[in-house]
């Protein structure tokens, strides 16, 4: 009985773990490493963020980061080849409020630059238009 119930508890596992990898396929460190040295002249690169939407199952990623009054912020966007793969970058304010996208005029641009001129907390939101991988990678850099 021990060996029937181990039995099923590894294949149960295996099938778990076989699942969760088929159905995630995004592999957004290549899109990061990528996306760094694609930071216009001048920019110093702070930080690199992963975009999984996790095949299409999430329409957002979003994360945070405090930015100093000053200082000029660029976020780049990397994805499949040159494009962006329908990936829009958008940065809020503290209060929510949208302060730059990389979707202007139905068009998709690669990167955004942004000068602070509030020190605080900013929003960096990833979300997905027409996406055919749900995955890439993004790079944010400085310059004052």
Not at 60 to 87: L, W
Not at 106 to 114: K, L, P
């Amino acid at each position: 009985m021990k060996k029937a119930i181990y039995s099923v508890f590894v294949v149960g596992l295996f099938f778990l773990l076989s699942g969760g990898s088929a159905k995630g396929q995004c592999n957004p460190e290549q899109y990061t490493d990528a996306c760094i040295p694609k930071l216009a002249s001048g920019f110093n690169f702070l930080k690199s963020y992963k975009i999984d939407g996790q095949g299409g199952s999430k329409t957002k990623v979003e994360y945070s980061y405090v930015f100093t009054k000053g200082t000029q912020y660029m976020i780049n966007v990397c994805a499949t080849g040159e494009s962006t793969d329908g990936i829009i970058v958008s940065l809020f304010d503290s209060n929510r409020n949208q302060v730059a996208s990389s979707k202007l005029n139905g068009q998709f641009i690669s990167a955004i630059a942004y000068p602070c001129n509030t020190t605080g907390i900013y929003y960096i939101q990833y979300t997905f238009d027409n996406s055919t991988k749900f995955c890439g990678g993004s790079a944010l850099g400085f310059k004052r």
